[in-house]
C-alpha cells in the first residue's frame, strides 16, 4: 500500500494532497510531508503518470499508421466514446479508491435510461419528470449496493454481483411487463424531451468543432471527483477505507457512510449516463449494457487505481477512459482487418496497463 | 464517544438525504408533470391489436417453442407474439424457452420432450448440437417445425417443414437491391462477433453487389460504441456511400453517426421495428429487408395445428419462405402503425 499518509490524518488540514501518495514513513528522518520535492520527481510519483504516457504513445501510434486519425472530427468521435465510458469510469475510479468493486454498473445505466423513458411513457408525463423519478431509483440502487455491503460485510464482489444479475434480470422483465417488448416505447414526441436532449445529448459548435455535451459532462465529473479527492475530508475518508477499513476506523473515520457515498456516486454518474442513452437514441434496448462494467473498471485499473484499493486517481481514470476510445476507434481509422479487432484491443490495453505499470516501480525506486 | 458521534453523524445523514428526496421530489412535482403530446395515452388512443379468443374446439395442445435467442431480443420477441396470436386462436397452450448456447438450448428442447408436448418448434442455429434431441422428439412421436435457421438440415433431422428466410438468400436480394440503386462500396455491420447467420447475410451482399463490401464488427450491447464505430469508419473512408446494419435497432444509430460524421451514406438494414418504418418515411432509412418474424411465429404454431387436426403440410414439407422482403419508402405508412403495436 502506498497511500498510508492519509490514514494517519483523516480528518486533519486538507492541505496535504493524498493523491500525492506518501509512501511508507521512513525510519528516524525528519517528517516525510515537509520535504521538497523538484518538479519531475513530484511528477513521477502522480498515479496516473503510466496512463498519460500510454496515452501519449497511443496517440503517436495512431496518429502515424491512421492518415483521418489526426482530423479534428475524427478526434471529437474519439473523444464522445472516451467520456461515455469516462463518465462512468471517474467515479468507478473513487469507489476502487475507497477499496470496492461495483459489477453492476454497466446494467445500471440501462436501468436508469429504463425507468426515466418507461415512467415518462406510462405516466404520459413530462419527461423530466421520467428524469427525476430515475434518479431517485437509481440512486436508491446505488444506495441498496452500498448499505448491503456495510450491513453483511460480504465482499463487494459478491454483492455487486447479485445486484448485477437481478438488474438484467429486471430490466428484462419489468420493461417486458410494461412495454409488452423488450425495447421502451419512442417518448421523442413528449413535452420536456427537447430540453432535456439538450441537458443530456446534444451537440455544442466549438470553434467548428462538434463536441458532444458527454465531453462536458465527463471533464465537470472529473473536476469534481478531483476536488473531492484531493480537497475535502471525504476524500480524506475514502483514502483511508481503502488504505485500511480497520486503521481508518480507529481513528474515526465513518467506514458505512464513506462507502455508501462512493456507491451513490456512482449510481449518479450511471443516471448521466443513462439519460445520455435515452435522449440520444430515445427508445432503449433493455439487454443494453452487459459488460461494460468491466471496461469501466478497465479504465480505472489502466488509470493508476490500484486493484486492492488506497491508491489512484480520478484524473487517472479519464486517462484510461480516453486510451480505451482511442484504441477501439484506432482500430477502425487504421482500417485493420476486422476479424482480429478484439485480439488488438486486448493487447493494446494489456501494453497499456504494463506500461503503466513499469513506469510505476521507476517512480517508486527513484523516490 | 465513539458511538455517540457516529450516531449523530448518521442522524445527520439521513436528515441530509431526506432533504436531497424532498427536493427532488418537489422539483418534480413542480414541473407538474403531464405531457399532452406522445405517450400510453396517444397509445391506448390507437390501439388496435387483435383480441384473442379460440375458434376451434379442438382439445387444448400443448406447444412448445425453444429458440437460440439471447435475453431481450427484439426480434423473438416479435415471433412469441406471432406465435402467442395463433394459439390463442386455435386453443394452444404456449411455451417459451430460448438460449443462445447451442448446447443449453439442447437441454431445453429435451425439457420440452419430459414435458410431453404435443408439437415443438425449434431453431437450428447450431444444426450439429441440436441434431441428436430433435431427431429424439421425432422418434417418440412429436410433430417437429424448425423456424428461422437451419432450412438445410431440417428434413433430414426429421422435421416436418421448415419456416423461414435463408440468411444467404436475404443477403443476396440486399446486394441486387443496392446495385439496382447504383451503391459502390458498403459497410455490413456486425454487431456480435461469430454469429454465423450475420456473416451468411453479409457473404450473401458480397455474392452479388458489383461494388465492394467491407465488415464492421460492433458490439451490439454498447450503443454509444456502435454510433462512435460507425462514425469512425465513414470518417476514414469516405468512399463508402453505403451502410448495411444486420439488426433494426442499429439502423438508427447509424444514421445517427452518419449525420454526426458529415457523410451521406446510404443507411439500410436487415430486419424491421417502429424507428426503422419511421426512417423509412422519412428517407433517413433506405430500404428494409424483412423476413417477417410474426410470420415465422404465428405460422409455425398454426401449421402443427393443421398437422395435428388434419395431416396438412403447407408446401409439402419443402421449405416455406417468409422473406427476403424488401420494404421502402413506399410501405412505410402502414408499417409504423404495425411495428408501433410490437408485431412486424
Known sequence: MTAAAPAGSPAGPSGSAPGDGGGPAPDGSADERLVHRSLPARLMRRPELGAVVGAIALFVFFSLVADSFLRASSLSTVLYFSSTIGIMAVPVALLMIGGEFDLSTGVMVTSSALVSSMFSYQMTANTWVGVGVSLLVTLAIGFFNGFMLTRTKLPSFIITLGTFLMLTGLNLGMTKLISGTVTTKSISDMEGFDSARAVFASTLTLGGVDVQITVVWWLALIVLATWILLRTRAGNWIFAVGGGVDAARAVGVPVGRTKIGLYMGVALAAWISGQHLLFNYDTVQSGEGVGNELIYIAAAVIGGCLLTGGYGSAVGAAVGAFIFGMANKGIVYAQWNPDWFKFFLGAMLLLATLLNAWIRKRAEVTR | ?344
Open chain 2, 1 to 344: 464517544m465513539a458511538t455517540v458521534q457516529r450516531s449523530r453523524r448518521s442522524r445527520a445523514s439521513v436528515r441530509a438525504t431526506g432533504a436531497v428526496v424532498a427536493a427532488v421530489l418537489a422539483a418534480v412535482a413542480a414541473l407538474a408533470g403531464c405531457s399532452s403530446t406522445g405517450g400510453k395515452r396517444a397509445e391506448e388512443a390507437r390501439d388496435q391489436a387483435a383480441s384473442g379468443k379460440a375458434n376451434v374446439t379442438t382439445p387444448r395442445w400443448k406447444i412448445a417453442m425453444v429458440t437460440h435467442s439471447g435475453d431481450g431480443d427484439t426480434y423473438w420477441d416479435i415471433v412469441q407474439s406471432g406465435a402467442k396470436q395463433a394459439a390463442a386462436k386455435d386453443n394452444i397452450e404456449f411455451l417459451y424457452s430460448h438460449d443462445k448456447e447451442a448446447g443449453r438450448q439442447a437441454q431445453l428442447v429435451q425439457a420440452a420432450i419430459d414435458k410431453k408436448v404435443d408439437g415443438l418448434i425449434v431453431t437450428l442455429a447450431k444444426p450439429s448440437a441440436m441434431k441428436n434431441v430433435v431427431r429424439k422428439a421425432v422418434k417418440k412421436g412429436i410433430p417437429v417445425v424448425t423456424i428461422n435457421s437451419g432450412q438445410e438440415v431440417s428434413s433430414a433431422y426429421g422435421a416436418l417443414t421448415h419456416i423461414g428466410q435463408d440468411e444467404q438468400t436475404a443477403g443476396e436480394a440486399v446486394g441486387k437491391e443496392l446495385n439496382r440503386r447504383g451503391r459502390e462500396k458498403a459497410v455490413c455491420l456486425l454487431h456480435e462477433q461469430g454469429n454465423v447467420g450475420h456473416e451468411q447475410r453479409c457473404d450473401g451482399i458480397r455474392k452479388t453487389f458489383d461494388g465492394k463490401v467491407e465488415d464492421l464488427y460492433v458490439d451490439g450491447t454498447n450503443m454509444p460504441g456502435v454510433q462512435s464505430s460507425v462514425e469512425a469508419k465513414l470518417q476514414s473512408d469516405k468512399k463508402v456511400d453505403t451502410v448495411v446494419t444486420l439488426g433494426a435497432p442499429f439502423a438508427a444509430t447509424a444514421v445517427q453517426a452518419k449525420q454526426d460524421a458529415g457523410s451521406k451514406a446510404e443507411i439500410d438494414t436487415f430486419d424491421l421495428n417502429s424507428k426503422v418504418a419511421t426512417g423509412l418515411k422519412d428517407g433517413s432509412i433506405g430500404f428494409a429487408v424483412d423476413q417477417q418474424p410474426y410470420l415465422q411465429g404465428y405460422q409455425s404454431v398454426d401449421l402443427l395445428w393443421l398437422y395435428r387436426y388434419n395431416a396438412d403440410m403447407l408446401g409439402g414439407g419443402k421449405p416455406v419462405l417468409t422473406g427476403p422482403q424488401i420494404l421502402t419508402k413506399k410501405d412505410a405508412g402502414k408499417l409504423e402503425e404495425f411495428t408501433k403495436r410490437g408485431t412486424r
